[in-house]
């Protein structure tokens, strides 16, 4: 039998965190919040003789996108009609691009294997990046009968990056896909709220004999609104294609659809070509024409991306790769370590505390961290006081989670709290007095060579301290009282 390799190429369409809409002043609403048909005026709902404007700030935002992506910004652009009727689109045509698409030729570094993530990277190629137009919002009545209509989210802008077919697995698409979502994400211009549809997918998918370098016939799947979904629908139309290869029959070309309910792809209207939309150069806009000069002033202005702050946590602050992928992971994350390390943190520690602690009373709070009432200030004080003593790991997770309920800062809490460590040499040392005095079979099992049970006085020492004693004195001087009384 064959061994075939898929082909797929991805089409990120993603809305773009505008005040206002793409070609008039409606301001773009929260999907799910607002109610439907509220932010809507003539211009997005198609009404005749209606004037579209373009909107400056999705063009910054799309630049900034495309930029990001490594695209080259074409000077010249056109928007252009794109024909088709359907209920959620009332001019029976959508204003996109075409020919002159915004930005072309741009690529991504992916992980392949995301368990390691400074190792095996791929670059995927992307082939435009265009703006136009969403429709409306349809949603199909449960008893059959009939549809609603929301127009708020016609005419919000809607940018479209569109990758070459240079993957070749499911992970692959997934991970281009997860990348592409934090690179909208870091610039600002997406929330990636993927529940309320703001990024979606499409996805082309053919298979080869594996070692060709023909493409075999694809097929297209519309509407993915989540990674599930992505994955699942290219799961199922790759095992649907090799079986018809198989079997010996040839793979139509297609636009399909993917239901969720049925767990499969159905064909929505066999092949669709360009042509078949009658695009043509939209008369109510001029070309538009974008200078060097801004190009490079939207240049200027992108963030540090994070594979670039990746880069340079690892030699700058080194730390892991573990760590510096999960704090380059999200940018309000990063944002807050440098914070912290510039606030005179330690990166290892800081890296270690946020990742192995912070993380996980904020997942046990569900806040993200621009919620939190622990600032880098406060953590860099906190480690302050372990670095000096003051208190040890234990205490310091405690003296974190109190920080992190009422927003004290550590000194305070220790102050407040008595959780100053222990480390009169004196103190400790009637401590461990007692704790030999009140365990005599312990003392003599341990005198007669089980000597496994030293660690269980250290903690017998650090319970009667409450957990203060200063750990390095407990060993020290426990030592030093069990080698008495051996000697003894
Ligand atoms: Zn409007």
Known sequence: ???????????????????????????????????????????????????????????????????????????????????????????????????????????????????QPEKRQKRIYIRRVHLEEDTGKLTHLENGHGSLIDFNRSGVPLLEIVSEPDMNSIPETRNYAMKIRQILRYLGVNSGDMEKGVIRFEANVS??????????????????????????????????????????????????????????????????EAHDYRYFPEPDLPPLAISAAWVEEVKISLPELPDAKMARYLTEHNITPYEANVLAEERPVAEWYEATVAADGDPSAVANWMINV??????????????????????????????????????????????????RSAQEVVDERGLAQISDEEQIATLIAQVLDDNPEQVRDYLQGKEQLRGWFVGQVMRSSRGKANPTLVNKLLTMQLSSLKEA
């Open 1 to 115: 039998m064959t061994e075939y390799e898929p082909v797929i190429g991805l089409e990120v369409h993603a809305e773009l965190l505008t005040e206002s809409k793409m070609f008039c002043g409606c301001r773009v609403v929260d999907s799910v919040e607002a109610p439907p048909n509220t932010a809507v005026c003539p211009v997005c709902l198609g009404m005749p003789g209606m004037l579209p404007v373009i909107n400056r700030r999705a063009i910054e935002m799309a630049m900034r996108v495309a930029l990001a992506l490594n695209c080259t910004i074409q000077p010249h652009n056109v928007f252009a009609r794109k024909n088709y009727f359907y209920p959620d689109l009332p001019k029976a045509y959508q204003i996109s691009q075409y020919e002159l698409p915004l930005a072309i030729n741009g690529w991504v570094d992916i992980d392949i294997d995301a368990d």
């Open 207 to 272: 298979l080869r004999p594996a070692g060709s370098t023909q493409l075999g016939t694809r097929t297209e799947i519309k509407n993915l609104n989540s990674f599930r979904a992505l994955t699942d629908a290219i799961a199922y139309e790759l095992d649907r294609q090799q079986e018809l290869l198989d079997a010996g029959k040839e793979i139509v070309q297609d636009t399909m659809g993917w239901s969720e309910a049925r767990r499969e792809t159905f064909s929505q209207r066999g092949k669709e």
């Open 358 to 407: 912070l993380f996980s009373f904020m997942n046990e709070h569900k806040l993200t961290i621009e919620q939190i009432k622990v600032t880098p200030a406060g953590l860099v004080e906190l480690l302050s006081l372990i670095e000096a003593e003051i208190i040890n790991n234990n205490t310091a997770k405690e003296v974190l989670a109190i920080m992190f309920t009422t927003g």
